[in-house]
């Protein structure tokens, strides 16, 4: 609407609507009419609306205006720092309706011309238009799982007696994916290479398939190639698949590469090929090449994390901020699942616009806490909140505030634009401060939206070493930050983990699936993994913490 200059009254109606529905736990489309029309801030045009996109799955307002505007137009909306209102200037003015056309644009310094634009926006637009081109095909692996399983399933009721695999990137469980990869091990490749050509899932390229090989794409880019050999090679082609560049040509005797050892033998399982060259098994997501081969020649690779190894959910928002569930509703929600505790921790007061908690509000969120605390026990709530780190490294809230709470996240959320000394002073700032118990999303990133801003991360995970402080892996898909690359030197360095989902609403929970996939990848344990303590050992922690 704002892209279309529609009246400013209709769009902030809108917009103030959209953000009341996101609180409610009710179902849209099981409501009628007039309950909707009762819903504050809805009147009978937008319930009319609501209805319509209930009943038809679409709304034909919304039709319109994407049939005026140019598709390049519709995906520069996903740009981060440029929004609706400039996008009509460049579109209008420049003439400008790609993604292509517009970094064009900057290059001969048209849009520093435009008012209101200037060189260092041009310049801050054409390096999000850069990131955005490279990562164009790529997908989030929680986005790329559920594709490539539709694609299991497929080859499995095409070909039964086939033995079908995710391999690659996606079996290493990297969180992003630039191609799906399958692996299917059958003596007959027609069943499955036809059921293929007949989905309307995946796109086939012609040119780049063949008897043995399918390579297309799915229906939004993500490319795929199926892979068919004779079902004793299967094994072997897993392994040779699976694993990275660096892992296969890791050196592990006489000079000679893993793959080398290898090269030539068959196999009946991937533990064949380890035995081979004299290792221990190495885990699909272990296998990049970083550190893994080392642990695997001394017999010192870790016991992974799992799910069933996690007593309890910190980092967690509610309805006392942006959250969609109440503080009830995410309590119960959490024991149901089978945990011992749960770590509430609203927006702080400067994270004005997530409806952080003011002083009253936070006595009055403590109170409830004490309440659900009797009412729900031996589940307990811990009342954290998750603290703005402010420009100058110091926490949102005066001591005595902070002092109230069980624990603290600490976690930048304004003025990203830093560079790598900035960045790391200010995050170490906030380790410094004694009130900080866990550092949240060290990079700020936003996976295949925004770069993190630059850190330093030897410097903060040593940081959190000498204080204390833990680093969370926050597990939503966007996120997984810390990034797995530099989990196992916090693991060296002595540093717990804490796998938080950063939930705003029930559902966020199963996010704390990716964080498990992004610990296994550093080669995270139960016994460096702080969730995985219980209820009491948790408390005694925070306890002695506060009293230091």
Not at 23 to 51: F, P, T, V, W, Y
Not at 83 to 103: C, F, M, Q, S, Y
Request: charged share 30%.
């Amino acid at each position: 609407m704002e892209l279309h200059n529609e009246n400013p009254f209709k769009t902030r109606t809108m917009a103030n609507a959209s953000f009341k529905l996101e609180k409610l736990s009710d179902r849209l489309e099981d409501l009628s009419r007039d309950q909707l029309e009762s819903i504050e801030g809805i009147g009978k045009s937008l319930a009319a609306n609501i209805r319509e996109i209930a009943d038809t799955c679409t709304l034909a307002y919304y039709k319109d205006l994407l049939a005026q505007t140019p598709v390049g137009v519709a995906e520069m909306l996903e740009l981060k720092g440029i929004g609706p209102k400039k996008i009509r200037t460049l579109w209008k003015e420049l003439d400008v309706e790609t993604i292509p056309a517009l970094l064009q644009a900057c290059e001969d310094h048209k849009v520093a011309a435009l008012k209101g634009f200037g060189k260092k926006t041009e310049e801050s637009l054409k390096q999000n238009l850069l990131f955005k081109m490279a990562n164009a095909n790529k997908r989030h692996y929680a986005v790329a799982l559920p594709l490539a399983t539709e694609i299991i399933k497929l080859l499995e009721d095409s070909a039964p007696k086939a033995v079908v695999s995710f391999t690659g990137e996606l079996r290493r469980k990297l969180d992003i994916i630039e191609k799906v990869d399958i692996l299917v091990g059958a003596e007959q490749t027609s069943e499955l290479m036809q059921a293929l050509d007949e989905s309307e899932l995946v796109i086939k390229d012609e040119f780049r398939s063949g008897p043995f090989s399918w390579r297309g794409k799915f229906e939004d880019g993500l490319p795929l190639e199926v892979v068919v050999c004779p079902p004793e090679k299967f094994s072997r082609q897993l392994w040779l698949t699976t694993g990275s560049t660096l892992h296969l040509a890791s050196v592990i005797s006489d000079g000679r590469s893993l793959a080398e050892l290898v090269d030539g033998k068959m196999i009946g399982s991937e533990q064949e090929a380890y035995e081979i060259a004299g290792l221990k098994y190495v885990e699909p997501e272990m296998r990049e090449g970083l550190f893994e081969i080392p642990l695997a020649k001394e017999g010192k690779l870790p016991k992974l994390i799992t799910e069933k190894d996690l007593k309890g959910i910190l980092h967690v928002h509610s309805t006392y901020s942006d959250g969609r569930h109440s503080l009830r509703e995410m309590a119960e929600y959490c024991r149901e699942l089978g945990y011992e505790y749960l770590g509430i921790t609203d927006h702080s007061r400067s994270a004005f616009y997530a409806n952080g908690l003011d002083v009253e509000r936070i006595k009055e969120q403590h109170e409830e806490i004490d309440a659900l605390n009797t009412e729900m026990a031996p589940f307990r709530i811990f009342k954290g909140i998750e603290s703005d780190i402010l420009s100058d490294g110091s926490l949102d809230y005066e001591d005595e505030v902070l002092a109230s709470f069980d624990f603290i996240v600490a976690s930048i959320h304004g003025n990203l634009s830093m560079d790598i000394d900035k960045a790391t002073q200010r995050l170490i700032g906030a380790i410094k401060n004694p009130y900080t118990t866990m550092l949240g999303h060290p990079t700020g990133r936003l996976l295949l939206r925004r770069e993190g801003y630059p850190i330093d991360h030897r410097a903060v995970i040593d940081a959190c070493a000498e204080h204390g402080v833990i680093i969370e892996i926050n597990s939503n898909p966007w996120r997984l930050d810390i990034d797995w690359r530099w989990v196992h030197y916090a693991i060296e360095k002595g540093v717990a983990l804490s796998i938080n989902p950063d939930a705003h609403e029930k559902d966020g929970y199963e996010d704390m699936y990716w964080g498990i996939c992004t610990g296994r990848k550093g080669g995270l344990t139960a016994e460096k993994t702080f969730n995985a303590l219980s209820a009491d050992d948790v408390a005694a922690h925070f306890d002695s913490r506060k009293k230091a």
